[in-house]
């Protein structure tokens, strides 16, 4: 299995510009996660999709920040417009929900984001 | 105060020796996680579980659900045992599991 696949792998930008991670999960998967992981905060869950719809965005820190999952296989976090205080390692992470939302999660190699 | 408390924040332990990392939590929860992340950055599911224990190798997880605390072990410590552990709890709000909120961590060193 290919496991949970993210590109870009680095990521590095200049304040303003946009910036648009991807994330293909686990096939078969029907949960998808995206996480952010900073020095002074640790790792924080943004928004997690099950069955491609979006069940809880009460972690995307502001209008800056959107996720989409058009189909069971791809999901991207964009960020528009970029500024330093989003630099972090944003990973994602997919699992199949049979009794709860929370089963096991696998997670990808995470993109680390630079934003100058 | 943190939600989710881990303890300790480091440790250095010598391989053979048998770890222990603890999980404290103030808020109801519908299931506990440990994840370890590697000095690389990859980060691994270990466990979920809502009550008893787990094991799986020399990991053996423990939760005590009144006492809101969880115990991550390790027996026969090796230094690839080397990583950061992380402590999730899956918080309970209106009765349905949401919200997932992580602990800082514990970053285990073992030497030979």
Known sequence: DAGVIQSPRHEVTEMGQEVTLRCKPISGHNSLFWYRQT??????????????????DSGMPEDRFSAKMPNASFSTLKIQPSEPRDSAVYFCASSFRASGPWDTQYFGPGTRLTVL | KNEVEQSPQNLTAQEGEFITINCSYSVGISALHWLQQHPGGGIVSLF???????????????????????????TASHPRDSAVYICAVTQLSG??????????????????
């Open chain 2, 95 to 112: 009765g349905t599991a949401s919200k997932l909120t992580f602990g800082t961590g514990t970053r285990l060193q073992v030497t030979l």
């Open chain 2, 48 to 74: 979920m579980l809502s009550s008893g224990k787990k094991k799986h190798g020399r990991l053996i997880a423990t939760i005590n659900i009144q006492e809101k605390h969880s115990s991550l072990h390790i």
């Open chain 1, 39 to 56: 020095m002074m905060r640790g790792l924080e869950l943004l928004i997690y999709f099950n069955n491609n719809v979006p069940i809880d």
